[in-house]
T-cell receptor, first 114, second 111 residues
Framework: NAGVTQTPKFQVLKTGQSMTLQCAQD?????MSWYRQDPGMGLRLIHY???????DQGEVPNGYNVSRSTTEDFPLRLLSAAPSQTSVYFC?????????????FGEGSRLTVL | RKEVEQDPGPFNVPEGATVAFNCTYS??????FFWYRQDCRKEPKLLMS???SGNEDGRFTAQLNRASQYISLLIRDSKLSDSATYLC????????????FGRGTSLIVHP
């Protein structure tokens, strides 16, 4: 069972570079989201989507873009990387109908910006 | 008051001990809650769901106290492998699609 797949698992960027973190799920979940997790800060929501063509901002959206062209994929784009974006990024999905709140997470993408 | 608050710990306990964490919440309309477990450098994974008054699964018991607006997670006979961070989560509710995470409570079980 693939579940939620994130790539890459590790990435090092230089300040100002751009990149895309990929997230794909094979569970036909309507809801997908991106979180970042920093020491002592817990999980913070960056962007989320409730279906193809629909995205919205979370708690910390600045410096990130998302799109949802298909149900399966929800890529996160860093436009111009900054050291403050050094973090662990998690993609998570869940069905909108059915048990609420149960999120399925990817294994995470560890990003370092120099 | 934050929507979900947890004591970050760490809780340091010996193997075999019983330990309990609380999570307080501010949205009194919440009908269900979740506990997630997150191992070091891993993704969070669902541990237990809490509907109505509580739930029990082996050594783990989760209870909901609506009057005082907190949920608890009790771990009996702690194992070394229970060492992790435990996240309290309020599900999507009231038209919001966004689950709310607590910052987590760290548990360290030592020999």
């Amino acid at each position: 069972n693939a579940g939620v797949t994130q790539t890459p698992k590790f990435q090092v960027l230089k300040t100002g570079q751009s990149m895309t973190l990929q997230c794909a799920q094979d569970m036909n979940h309507e809801y997908m989201s991106w979180y970042r997790q920093d020491p002592g800060m817990g999980l913070r929501l960056i962007h989320y989507s409730v279906g193809a063509g629909i995205t919205d901002q979370g708690e910390v959206p600045n410096g990130y873009n998302v799109s949802r062209s298909t149900t399966e994929d929800f890529p996160l784009r860093l436009l111009s990387a900054a050291p403050s974006q050094t973090s662990v990024y998690f993609c998570a999905s869940s069905p909108l109908r059915g048990p609420t709140g149960e999120l399925f997470f990817g294994e995470g993408s560890r990003l370092t910006v120099l | 008051r934050k929507e979900v608050e947890q004591d970050p710990g760490p809780f340091n306990v010996p193997e075999g001990a019983t330990v309990a964490f609380n999570c307080t919440y501010s949205n009194s309309a919440s009908q269900s809650f979740f506990w997630y477990r997150q191992d070091c450098r891993k993704e969070p994974k669902l541990l237990m769901s809490v509907y109505s008054s509580g739930n029990e699964d082996g050594r783990f018991t989760a209870q909901l106290n609506r009057a005082s607006q907190y949920i608890s997670l009790l771990i009996r006979d702690s194992k070394l492998s229970d060492s992790a961070t435990y996240l309290c989560v309020l599900p999507k509710s009231g038209g919001s699609y966004i689950p709310t995470f607590g910052r987590g409570t760290s548990l360290i079980v030592h020999p």
